[in-house]
C-alpha cells in the first residue's frame, strides 16, 4: 500500500530540519470543531491533542501558548506568570501575520518570526502528544522530549 502524502507545511520542514520523528495525522477538518473532531478522529483522549493558541499581551506583544485539548488558558493567570498587564487571543488576522498560518492550523513549528512558547507544564509528562502540522486538518504525533529540545518553550500552569 502507498504511503499517503500529506503536505509540506513549514511546520513540517521545521520538524525535518530539527531531526523530530513524527508522524503526521490527517483527519477531515470541521469549521469550530476544535480539538474535539481530531480527538475523536483519532479515538484518543482530547487531553492529548495540543491546541496552539497565540495570544498578546497589553503591548501587542505575541506569543504561544500550548494547551491540552480539553482546557481553557486562564489570561489572568498567564498575564500574572509571564509579568504582563494583560494577555487576550490575537485576531485571526494577527495570529496570520505572526505566525504564518491560519487559525485551525496553527503550528508552534517553523512560524514566521520567532515568538516565545509557553506550555502547560503537565503537558510534558505525556507519552506523545498531538499537535497542528501547519494546515487545518493535519496534526503531527510527537513526544513531549522532541517538542522541548525544538521550542525550549517556558512551562506554566494557567490551565482551567
Request: proline share 8%; with cysteine.
Amino acid at each position: 500500500m502507498p504511503k499517503e502524502k500529506f503536505p509540506v507545511t513549514s511546520a513540517i520542514r521545521f520538524l525535518r530540519e530539527h531531526q523530530v520523528e513524527f508522524v503526521e495525522r490527517a483527519y477531515q477538518y470541521e469549521e469550530h470543531g476544535g480539538t474535539e473532531v481530531a480527538a475523536r478522529a483519532f479515538g484518543v483522549d482530547e487531553h492529548l491533542v495540543i491546541k496552539t493558541l497565540v495570544m498578546e499581551d497589553e503591548k501587542k506583544s505575541p506569543l504561544i501558548i500550548l494547551m491540552h485539548g480539553d482546557k481553557q488558558v486562564s489570561t489572568k493567570e498567564l498575564a500574572r506568570v509571564i509579568g504582563a498587564k494583560s494577555v487576550s487571543p490575537c485576531s485571526p488576522e494577527a495570529a496570520l501575520r505572526h505566525t504564518g498560518y491560519m487559525v485551525g492550523g496553527i503550528s508552534p513549528f517553523g512560524t514566521k518570526k520567532p515568538l516565545p512558547v509557553y506550555v502547560e507544564e503537565s503537558i510534558l509528562s505525556l507519552p506523545k502528544i498531538l499537535i497542528n502540522a501547519g494546515r487545518r486538518g493535519l496534526l503531527c504525533e510527537i513526544s513531549p522530549e522532541d517538542l522541548i529540545k525544538v521550542l525550549r518553550p517556558i512551562p506554566v500552569k494557567v490551565a482551567r
